[in-house]
């Protein structure tokens, strides 16, 4: 199979394709983290799934008031996307981290 060499594809993939990569496999790392630290520290205990709000100042400095219902749906997002990418033998994961350059954050 001939190389592709064409200039635009080369910097297409170079700016592009491998940066995406890259963002796509730092979110399944930093998702990785969050749910394990949110299962070491007993998360749900910690924050539980009501709506409560969290007290952070958030209503004083002009970001979204989150509830512990806001937090815990995160958590299971970053869940989910961890489960799709582990799915069918790591095959969206392995996508990811083959064109991968700088995988961590």
């Known amino acids: ?21 890259d963002a796509l496999a730092q979110l ?14 007993g998360g749900v205990k910690l924050i ?4 409560g709000t969290i007290a952070d100042n ?3 400095d002009g970001r979204t008031v989150i509830t512990g219902a806001d937090a815990v749906n995160v958590i299971t ?17 392995n996508t990811a981290l083959k064109p991968a350059v700088n995988p961590m954050r």
């Open 77 to 93: 997002r970053l869940q989910e996307f961890v489960t799709d990418y582990e799915a069918g033998g790591n095959a969206k994961l």
């Open 58 to 60: 958030s209503d004083k």
């Open 28 to 41: 399944y790392n930093l998702a990785v983290m969050v749910v394990a630290e949110w299962h070491a520290i």
């Open 1 to 21: 199979m001939a190389a592709i060499e064409t200039p635009q594809a080369v910097k297409f993939s170079n700016e592009k394709i491998r940066p995406a990569a």
């Open 48 to 51: 539980p799934n009501t709506i």
